[in-house]
């Protein structure tokens, strides 16, 4: 049987309450390899090298625009 890789993450609240978002997402992907992952782990040591550590992984709003476009190829 082929292995496969999931995985989904979200983004919003969903509290209900003025202090919640307005939206709530699941995003997923699912793969036959997981090769991306040492992509990540070198863009995380590359990133560490220019000063930025992301003891928490990454998260949009800690990395900033011009960091976060590395994970894109931008």
Known sequence: M???H???D???D???TPAGTRYF???SIALNR????YDLLQ???NLLHFGLDLPKGFHAPR???RFGMQCFGF
Request: aromatic share 4%; with cysteine.
């Open 34 to 37: 997981c090769t991306i992952g």
């Open 25 to 27: 997402i699941l995003t």
């Open 2 to 4: 082929a292995q496969k």
């Open 10 to 12: 979200e983004s919003g």
């Open 6 to 8: 999931l995985f989904v």
């Open 14 to 16: 969903l509290t209900l």
């Open 43 to 45: 863009l995380r040591r």
């Open 63 to 65: 990395i900033g625009k």
